[in-house]
């Protein structure tokens, strides 16, 4: 698997097809090698199995370059239960009683 980072550290992945350009001309290469990925600007990336989160915590994948490929790194983090619909108007209901 190939990608690069955005500025903000998002993985963002590179087709099974990319564009390069050869003696100013434009190519499509449909399953590229490893020198025409690296050549588009896009690095292998290493992923890590992710670790079982303790209760109330949850692992979040991050990502950096390092060494001309890009690792995947596990953050633990507390996890809140996302709102329901329910919770949310029961909020709204007490909120108009009030």
Known sequence: MYGNLTQSGE????????????????????NPTHEQY???GFFPVRQMDKPVA????????TY????GEILQSWVLED???????????????RGMSQ
């Open 64 to 67: 950096a370059m390092e060494d």
């Open 79 to 93: 996890w809140e239960k996302p709102a329901t619909v329910t919770d949310l108007l029961q909020a709204i209901e």
């Open 54 to 61: 303790p209760a109330g915590k949850r692992y979040v994948d």
């Open 38 to 40: 690296l050549s588009a």
């Open 11 to 30: 993985l963002v992945l590179a087709k099974s097809s990319i564009i390069l350009s050869v003696n100013e001309e434009e190519m499509r290469i449909f």
